[in-house]
């Protein structure tokens, strides 16, 4: 396990999320962020699956430390873990639609947990059937800027990657 972390494809992949987290510094529009991205695309590329879920969620951890953390990390943790399992599903193909249909359901799983989360916590909405439909609605809005932003990063980010698997032997999978 350990002697994956000086492999150039690990450095790489790690460096690309890293990167891709630091975007959540500078000032962006509201959710538009390569939250469920980072996840996605480590899920896909890392060849160690243990690395797909845990240098993620480190990387998350690391900002959201920086950042201030928040009553729905619990959410957005579990999102995560399961969107680097939607990653581990894409490894088989590099059909950009794929790819697409995956940050789709990538950032839609986000909204749905993370909402949920958000009407289970009952801060912000009653512990009602009508608290949670006016959550979800609530939320829409800022969906829009998830899903644009996953869809970007994702994409941005494999392309570069694959780019560099074929420019680059050292790169690819072993």
Known sequence: MFSSLTKPRFLVITSMIILAALVRFIPH???????????????????????????????MIITD??????????????????????????????????????????????????????????????QTFNGLITCYVAAIPFFFNTLIADLFFVIAMSMTFEFLTRKYQVFAEV
């Not at 962020?33 to 845990?54: E, M, R, S, V, W």
Request: hydrophobic share 55%.
């Open 65 to 126: 430390a920086v950042i201030g953390f928040h009553y729905l990390i619990p959410a957005v943790y579990i999102s995560f873990l399961i969107i680097a399992g939607i990653g581990l599903l894409l490894r088989k193909t590099n059909k950009v639609s794929w790819l697409i249909a995956g940050s789709i359901a990538a950032s839609t799983l986000f909204f749905i947990l993370t909402n949920f989360y958000e009407w289970y916590a009952g801060i912000l909405y009653p």
């Open 29 to 59: 529009p509201p959710n538009f962020a390569p939250i469920a991205a980072l996840a996605l695309f480590g899920g896909k590329y890392y060849t160690d699956k243990k690395f797909a879920f845990i240098v993620p969620v480190l990387v």
